[in-house]
């Protein structure tokens, strides 16, 4: 029962300190795989470090590596180079060159966050919305009122 008890408490791992108490090396990978991402998004150099000093499956790493590239820095084969399974570098590769494959990136600057409505005014260079000049709503074009010549 305090077996059960100590290892609800652990909870999910999310600083590379939470990942030193681990006793076999295989969960140290697995945990050092888990808190990267997050690391290389607010210190690329900080997590490449902890990459390459503290993850000794080469497995585990590439697949760091690949995370990295889809979630973080999908704009450069940076990480790429550093994969050692060719498949998984060639992958990583195909996946910078398609950007409709990037995953899980933040909201580019200036951009409206995913899922929101476009904003007002319709779309950039286009009317502000409404029937086209000279139709009626709907789209339907305008009959000339009783008496008037037809339109051009």
Request: net charge neutral.
């Amino acid at each position: 029962m305090l077996w059960i008890l100590i290892a609800c408490s652990l909870g999910e791992p999310s600083t590379p300190s939470d990942c030193e108490s681990k006793l076999s090396a295989g969960a140290k990978d697995e945990c050092y795989a888990k808190v990267a991402p997050d690391l290389f998004r607010t210190d690329p150099a900080a997590g490449q470090k902890l990459v390459e000093e503290n993850i000794a499956d080469v497995t585990v790493r590439d697949f760091v590596y690949l995370k990295v590239t889809r979630e973080v820095d999908p704009s450069t084969t940076r990480y790429c180079e550093r994969i050692q399974d060719r498949v998984l570098a060639d992958r990583c590769r195909v996946l910078v060159s398609r950007p409709h494959l990037h995953r899980g990136l933040a909201t580019p600057p200036g951009a409206p966050p995913p899922g929101s409505p476009p904003p007002a005014g319709g779309p950039p260079g286009g009317s502000a919305g409404g029937p086209p000049p000279g139709a009626a709503p709907g789209g339907q074009p305008a009959t000339p009122p009783p008496g008037a010549p037809p339109g051009n």
